[in-house]
């Protein structure tokens, strides 16, 4: 199968494009879930994890409206799974993260920035505790299960490191928690943010979270065993019906505005948790055991020389940013990068996320962005754009 790739996204092959096209073989993995996102419409995905991401059905615009006023069935199978499962599990999962994992409880799933032995961020994943010795690592899009099996090697621990066959879909929207109340009962209701129950599904029980990667509410739920995506997939929307449920994906504009990192495009292991704004997971007493601490404690001590910023863009909607956007001050030096952008419909006006220098991260600074299709003048300000 081959897929044309205009700047949009990838769409069937006949296509009337002169793109380029990307063949879909192997080492591009579909997910469980890949023949029903074709049936639904999908007209755009990318490579994440090595896998098919929808990114856009009907329309970036049409979707963001879609889903920040029902309930959208996402292929997240992306977020690949690395089980992390013996006696040294949390002990392994602690040389990677600054955050403190000694206060997870067995229902909690935990915001975990995973960094090298410089501080930099080599991914932003949920952990999920199984039990005291059994995690499952849902990444962002880079390959951490070796970086983990090549430490618990090196480091002589006792634990399995692997990819175990389970599948997060997501249920996101402000309706969906009347969908999976109607589906496995009001009890879902009461499941707290970053915790997880398990619950039945077409008589067979899955984990199921509250979490996922919009600001618009919902569920993951982690679909253990491929060959029952389809029908999980089915009762959903069957069930979703009244609520006017559809196929969805991650929105380019909804994360924007609500301020959700990208790992891969607002940070790299270039960055630190510190500069990323993720300060509050950076821990002192998981610093002294994690790999890249010393760096990230003196980092803390002295204050990052660079930090995640909201910024608002003049002028007409601006373009995809499929590069970084320098930002340069009054002299045209160049003090920070834009990373994401886009036209918020909601707030009427262009936003963006980038890294801004220390000297000119103070909200209401006058930048100028480097846009594709010409200068901008660039505002820094808080994010999430809630106070936009």
């Not at 389970?166 to 009461?190: C, E, F, T």
């Not at 619950?199 to 600001?215: C, P, T």
């Not at 997971?281 to 995640?308: F, V, W």
Request: net charge negative; charged share 25%; hydrophobic share 35%.
């Amino acid at each position: 199968m081959a897929y044309h790739l205009p700047l949009l996204g990838l769409v069937p092959e006949g296509f009337m494009s002169q793109a380029p096209f990307l063949s879909v073989s192997r080492r591009t993995r579909s997910t469980p879930f890949t023949r029903r996102v074709e049936d639904n419409g999908v007209s755009a995905y990318t490579v994440y994890n090595h896998m098919l991401l929808p990114t856009v059905f009907e329309s970036v615009v049409a979707d963001y409206h879609h889903l920040k006023k029902h309930v959208q069935i996402w292929d997240v199978a992306c977020e690949r799974q690395v089980e992390v499962r013996g006696p040294d599990a949390a002990e392994l999962l602690q040389l990677v993260t600054p955050r403190s994992l000694t206060k997870m409880q067995d229902d909690q799933c935990y915001y975990i920035p995973m960094v090298n032995e410089y501080g930099g961020m080599l991914n932003d994943p949920v952990a999920v505790r199984l039990s005291e010795d059994r995690f499952w690592v849902s990444l962002a899009d880079s390959d951490m299960k070796y970086w983990l099996s090549g430490l618990a090697i090196g480091k002589g621990l006792n634990v399995d490191v692997f990819e175990p066959d389970v599948s997060p879909l997501g249920v996101q929207g402000p309706k969906s928690d009347d969908l999976m109340a109607d589906l496995v009962g009001d009890d879902i209701r009461s499941l707290g943010f970053f915790r997880h129950r398990q619950y039945n599904i077409g008589g067979k029980d899955y984990l199921i979270a509250r979490s996922g990667w919009s600001k618009q509410g919902g569920f993951e739920i982690y679909l253990d065993g491929s060959e029952n995506g389809e029908k999980v997939w089915d009762i959903l929307f069957e069930a979703g019906e009244k609520y006017n449920v559809r196929a969805g994906c991650p929105n380019g504009i909804e994360r924007i505005e609500g301020g959700l990192l990208s790992h891969g495009n607002d940070m790299t292991e270039e960055n630190t948790p510190l500069e990323c704004g993720l300060g509050k997971y950076c821990h002192t007493s998981a610093m002294k055991i994690c790999i890249g601490g010393d760096k990230l404690r003196a980092e803390k001590k002295n204050g990052p020389k660079q930090i995640i910023r909201g910024l608002t863009l003049d002028g007409d909607h601006v373009p995809g940013c499929t590069a970084p956007w320098p930002l340069r001050n009054e002299t045209g030096q160049k003090v920070g990068q834009i990373t994401g952008a886009a036209w918020s419909p909601d707030f009427n006006k262009n936003i963006a996320i980038g890294m801004v220098d220390k000297n000119h991260w103070d909200f209401g600074t006058s930048l100028t962005a480097e846009a594709p299709d010409g200068q901008r003048s660039a505002i820094v300000g808080p994010i999430p754009f809630e106070t936009v």
